[in-house]
């Protein structure tokens, strides 16, 4: 005698077998098809972004003639000349620089006593040393400029080294001194960024030399005798 209840159980699970597997292989063709669309858009992307980066600079204009422009119009800071016949120096954006050395840019050409000599692009022009203001100098000696604040412990670290200049170096060089807490608007005029900063001035008034933080007597000294002053 027939069993047809078994018979229809067989036949239902050979069915779900005949789904399962034809669901398995649709689920492993769109794997596939996902796989190849995200591989060919990745090859697109690679694509188009060689294109972009070839003809970037065309696209954007020519980037020599913007660039040559910033260039030409930087502006660097001389705030100081250490000049001898066979070593001559400057101080260019903080730095200690030789002739032919370049800055972000710009190139030295030739220091002099009072100026220096800059090229960039093709372009060149001169830096001359700022004379100092009014009242400063008046006695025909060079001028130690100091400027600080007794609140600043570093600036007071100066204070006996400035006190023992004044009086050993007396009809070498003057030493004057600047609080600048107390005078900001003088900070501004000698354009102080930190304190303690020491400003060197030749015999007319002419910044020379210019050194922020703890300067030793040591230093000080070598500073006047690199500038050609006699100690």
Same mark, same amino acid.
């Given at each position: 005698?027939?069993?047809?209840?078994?018979?229809? /159980?067989?036949?239902?699970?050979?069915?779900?077998?005949?789904?399962? &597997?034809?669901?398995?292989?649709?689920?492993?063709?769109?794997?596939?098809?996902?796989?190849?669309?995200?591989?060919? #858009? !990745?090859?697109?992307?690679?694509?188009?972004? @060689?294109?972009?980066?070839?003809?970037?600079?065309?696209?954007?204009?020519?980037?020599?003639?913007?660039? %040559?422009?910033?260039? *030409?119009?930087?502006?660097? &800071?001389? +705030?100081?000349? $250490?000049? +001898?016949?066979?070593?001559?120096? %400057?101080? !260019?954006?903080?730095?200690?620089?030789?002739?032919? /050395?370049?800055?972000?840019?710009?190139?030295?050409?030739?220091?002099?006593?009072?100026?220096?000599?800059?090229? *960039?692009?093709?372009?060149?022009?001169?830096? *001359?040393?700022? %004379?100092?203001?009014?009242?400063?100098?008046?006695?025909? #000696?060079?001028?130690? $400029?100091? $400027?600080?604040?007794?609140?600043?412990?570093?600036?007071?670290?100066? +204070?006996?080294?400035?006190?023992?200049?004044?009086?050993?170096?007396?009809?070498?060089?003057?030493?004057?001194?600047? /609080?600048?807490?107390?005078?900001? %608007?003088?900070?501004?005029?000698?354009?102080?960024?930190?304190?303690? +900063?020491?400003?060197?001035?030749? *015999?007319?008034?002419?910044? !020379?030399?210019?050194? !922020? @933080?703890?300067?030793?007597?040591? /230093?000080? $000294? @070598?500073?006047?005798?690199?500038?050609?002053?006699? #100690?």
């Amino acid at each position: 005698m027939i069993n047809f209840e078994r018979l229809a /159980d067989k036949f239902d699970e050979e069915q779900r077998r005949e789904n399962n &597997s034809k669901m398995q292989i649709q689920a492993v063709k769109r794997t596939k098809k996902s796989s190849l669309h995200v591989l060919l #858009l !990745v090859f697109a992307v690679v694509i188009v972004a @060689g294109i972009a980066y070839h003809f970037w600079p065309t696209l954007k204009g020519p980037p020599s003639m913007t660039e %040559a422009a910033v260039v *030409s119009n930087k502006n660097v &800071s001389l +705030t100081g000349i $250490l000049y +001898t016949e066979d070593n001559p120096t %400057a101080v !260019v954006d903080g730095k200690i620089v030789h002739e032919d /050395d370049v800055i972000g840019g710009v190139r030295v050409l030739k220091i002099h006593k009072h100026k220096v000599e800059f090229e *960039s692009s093709g372009q060149r022009w001169s830096q *001359s040393m700022p %004379a100092a203001e009014e009242g400063v100098v008046g006695s025909g #000696l060079p001028v130690l $400029l100091e $400027l600080g604040s007794h609140k600043c412990p570093p600036c007071r670290r100066m +204070t006996p080294i400035l006190n023992q200049l004044k009086a050993e170096y007396a009809g070498k060089f003057e030493i004057r001194y600047i /609080d600048v807490w107390q005078d900001r %608007a003088a900070g501004t005029k000698y354009g102080v960024g930190a304190i303690p +900063t020491q400003i060197f001035l030749d *015999s007319s008034g002419k910044e !020379v030399f210019r050194h !922020v @933080g703890f300067y030793s007597k040591k /230093d000080i $000294l @070598g500073t006047w005798i690199k500038l050609g002053v006699k #100690l």
